[in-house]
């Protein structure tokens, strides 16, 4: 792999992968890029004898390791296929990991999929989801009101004011600001478990050969926080990368409500409470994510997150269309999206 002079860091990665253990086999000239992600993280691809492995370089102080290594241990600890950590050094911000394979679900879904394997593969994330949620989630940061709130703070700021060019006056900003306090009310009332904060296509590996394990992978799970058990599987079924329409969504919620019911975790007796629930937490997550990309885009310089935010707007709208209490929000939208407002029924 050839270096460019300034990248400071692949050069400090290499010496630490060769000061590692012969009996790794690990081929140097092998290194090449495998991915990155929407933090400074990024990831590469190392060759052995008999096998790949994953580097993770993750560069403090804009990143920690310890996390990482610290949740793929309480997974593990559920019998959930998440990489194995064969080297590290933690100051440093490098990781040596087993390799899940090339092909997310997301990548998978892309190739071109047809509706049985796709309804495997996610029949298989669903139990493992419910499976994460009995880990241990003790230590973890909160995903309590305050985080709750700044979060949802990235709207106004990056959404609205940045990507719309539509700061928000006064009045506005106490519309918006009720909802938010209506919505965290809600969501941070449900049971608390391990909460993944980006179970979605991207961060499952599809693990259908043997040496990859047990499908499916997981990855990007050091932000894990305790937090609302509705998040994840919002992540899942409000998919940023890819459009699940109601009717699948209704689906794969079933499936997770009655496989968490048989497994005696907390959520609601009744569906259509529970419904309310996911689709809550959904509205605040992707209210967040339209901050997300929008500071992704502007101020980081990654214009690719730009495709996926209409697609997240429309969950936005799914949710705030069909609750009394939303209303407002739905309104303003509009406004910032300059869709022209039409006369319906509200039920």
């Not at 904060?197 to 599809?206: G, K, T």
Request: glycine share 4%.
């Amino acid at each position: 792999m050839q270096i460019p002079v300034s990248d400071t860091r692949l050069t400090a990665l290499l010496k630490w992968l060769e000061s590692l253990p012969a009996e790794l086999g690990l081929q140097p000239d092998s290194l090449a890029a495998a991915s990155s992600d929407a933090s400074f993280r990024r990831y590469f691809r190392i060759s052995t004898p008999d096998r790949t492995l994953v580097v993770m370089d993750a560069p403090p102080p804009n990143e920690d390791c310890r996390p990482f290594v610290d949740v793929a241990g309480r997974l593990a600890s559920v019998r959930l296929n998440v990489p194995g950590i064969l080297a590290q050094d933690l100051d440093a911000g490098f990781l040596l990991l087993t390799d899940l394979g090339p092909t997310t679900y997301y990548d998978r879904i892309l190739q071109g999929i047809d509706d049985a394997t796709l309804q495997a593969l996610y029949r298989d994330a669903l139990a493992a989801l419910v499976q994460m949620q009995t880990a241990d989630h003790q230590g973890l940061p909160a995903y309590d009101t305050a985080r709750l709130k700044a979060e949802l703070a990235l709207f106004p700021d990056w959404y609205a004011a940045i990507h719309c060019q539509s700061p928000l006056d006064e009045a506005s900003m106490l519309v918006l600001n009720n909802v938010f306090d209506i919505l965290v009310a809600h969501n941070v009332k449900q049971p608390v478990v391990l909460v993944h904060r980006d179970f979605h296509s991207p961060n499952l590996m599809v693990c259908t050969a043997p040496e990859f394990g047990q499908n499916p992978g997981i990855l990007d799970f050091q932000d894990a926080v305790a937090g609302p058990i509705t998040y994840d599987l919002t992540s899942l079924v409000f998919d940023a990368r890819t459009t699940w329409e109601e009717p699948q969504q209704l689906d794969w919620a079933i499936r997770y409500w009655e496989l968490a019911r048989k497994t005696g975790l907390p959520v609601a007796a009744d569906f259509a409470d529970f419904h309310r629930d996911y689709e809550w937490m959904g509205l605040q997550r992707n209210l967040r994510i339209l901050g997300v990309f929008a500071r992704l885009n502007h101020r980081d310089g990654k214009a690719a997150y730009l495709a996926h935010m209409p697609r997240v707007n429309q969950y936005v709208r799914q949710v705030a269309g069909r609750y009394i209490a939303l209303k407002p929000l739905l309104r303003l939208l509009d406004r910032l999206d300059q869709v022209q407002a039409t006369v319906g029924y509200t039920f």
